[in-house]
């Protein structure tokens, strides 16, 4: 089988012998000759309103560095597990659930975080395991398919104060938009990629890698733009090579006089490797847990501190103009369908129609409204997703979202449920009609596996009619 493998590239073997003459060895024969390491996090709010932990499903033993996350023994199937697909966890590389160490150092109050490269959403979704209650998160993603992708992932995490956005960064800069911290997970060369996508290495060039140093920097000015001082700016990469990693450290440093923060001292054994000049951290194949990654946090000065002024944004201001919000009131939708009380705080959201789809009727919380106000002030910035989806204007009548059930905030209580069994919920996941029972009430209802909702269905006596998202359908059901 290793004959079938390309072989790494020798530009990339004589890079490693020179940034990395102690690993060297290691980390190639680890990327010719191991396997990778699959790893998966759960989505804490969720297993603990549930009372699941579905890695217990897999053999595995814990990340040390991420206390949600855990290492499996194998790869399962996972579109074959029902619970993947209820946002019950996130199959995630285990050296980027490093970013977890930086709980300590985020603050406790409520603070608004930008992931700038955010899909497919792994590093959203593990942000929102550590950010405190009614912190606000954008994730934005500059390529329209991949942005799709990270829209899914994030709806089904079903964190409420969440934006998805699909845009470049400078246009995100060419706005007042500022955030209290940004994680910039930049494109890089996929060196990281070469064990678990042995493909990478035909595309790898010292070409692109200097390419991807150029358009790194560019995403860097743009990031550093809407970091507000004080803030805390996260770079990381899944590549070895300094020019896409340590050089773009020295160039913060000495252009915007950032400040590094070294509050990290990892135990010996998480064995990783410390970057050139002591900063940032290198997670190599053979060494650490993971396919490979790099990471590095810091401060912007505070006003006063002699920081470098950014360059001025490449973007092209467009006009701004409002996006027209719904006129529909509290009392149109039906309030039991989602934890939003009469009195509650969080009526002090609001009632907005999706300005990708104007069918889709979506609640955003008080805590994320000046947010979504300010960027969707601009026409400039294309928001796919943003708060709760609640529900659907078809004619007169305003149905439930079939996107409802994977927020936190939907009230199951309110809908009769349907029990699944394993085979059933495939089945349901894949858009089949189900056989009804005589016993079930008309109109929607929620279908569940071991108690955790999987989607709407609508029981209209002879059969259940299935509401079942068709874009997030499992294609091939189990042999």
Avoid at 157 to 165: K, Q
Avoid at 213 to 223: G, K, S, V, Y
Avoid at 453 to 466: A, E, H, Q, T
Wanted: proline share 9%; charged share 20%; hydrophobic share 35%.
């Amino acid at each position: 089988m290793e004959d079938l493998i390309p072989p790494l590239p020798c530009d990339f073997v004589h890079q490693i012998e020179q940034d990395f003459p102690q690993e060297v060895a290691t980390l190639l024969s680890a990327l010719d000759h191991t396997e990778p390491v699959v790893s998966l996090r759960l989505n804490i709010r969720k297993c603990a309103r549930y009372k699941a932990s579905p890695s217990l499903a897999y053999p595995s033993t814990p990340i040390p560095w991420c206390q949600e996350g855990y290492r499996l023994e194998g790869r399962p199937f996972f579109a074959h597990d029902p619970l993947w697909h209820a946002g019950m966890y996130y199959v995630q590389e285990a050296a980027s659930m490093a970013l977890a160490q930086l709980a300590p150092l985020i603050p406790k109050r409520p603070i608004e975080v930008l992931d700038l490269c955010a899909a497919p959403g792994g590093k959203s979704t593990l942000l929102l395991n550590i950010l405190s209650e009614n912190s606000t998160l954008v994730a934005n993603e500059p390529i329209p398919k991949r942005a799709q992708i990270l829209r899914e992932n994030l709806m089904k995490w079903g964190y409420p104060n969440t934006i998805v956005t699909n845009n470049y960064p400078d246009q995100l800069a060419a706005t007042a938009a500022k955030f209290d911290m940004i994680v910039v997970d930049a494109p890089c060369s996929g060196e990281g990629l070469f064990r678990k996508t042995p493909e990478a290495r035909l595309e790898w060039s010292l070409q692109s890698v200097n390419e991807c140093a150029l358009r790194q920097r560019e995403i860097l000015d743009a990031a550093w733009t809407m970091l507000r001082p004080g803030g805390m700016l996260v770079y990381c990469t899944c590549t070895f090579n300094r020019h896409e990693d340590e050089e773009q450290v020295e160039y913060l440093l000495r252009e915007y006089n950032a400040s590094l923060i070294a509050a990290i001292t990892p135990p010996e054994e998480w064995h990783w490797i410390e970057g050139k000049g002591g900063v940032g951290w290198h997670f190599l194949p053979g060494m650490t847990m993971g396919e490979g990654f790099y990471f590095v946090a810091f401060y912007k000065p505070q006003e006063g501190d002699n920081s470098s002024s950014p360059p001025p944004s490449k973007a092209v201001k467009k006009k701004a103009g409002r996006r027209e919000t719904s006129g529909i009131s509290f009392s149109d939708i039906d309030r039991r369908w989602f934890l939003c009380e009469e009195g509650d705080e969080r009526e002090a959201g609001k009632f907005v129609t999706s300005p990708i789809a104007p069918e889709l009727i979506q609640w955003i919380p008080p805590q994320l409204l000046p947010k979504y106000q300010e960027l969707a002030s601009s026409q400039a910035i294309r928001i796919l997703s943003a708060g709760v989806s609640v529900g659907e204007s078809k004619g007169k009548e305003i149905v439930p979202s079939p996107l409802l059930p994977y927020s936190q905030l939907c009230n199951i209580s309110a809908f009769p449920t349907i029990a699944l069994e394993r085979e059933q919920a495939l089945a349901y996941l894949a858009g089949e009609t189900l056989a009804s029972h005589p016993s079930t009430p008309k109109g929607f209802c929620l279908v569940c596996y071991e108690g955790i909702p999987l989607g709407f269905v609508k029981n209209i006596g002879s059969r259940y009619n299935n509401l079942y998202p068709k874009p997030y359908r499992l294609r091939n059901l189990p042999q």
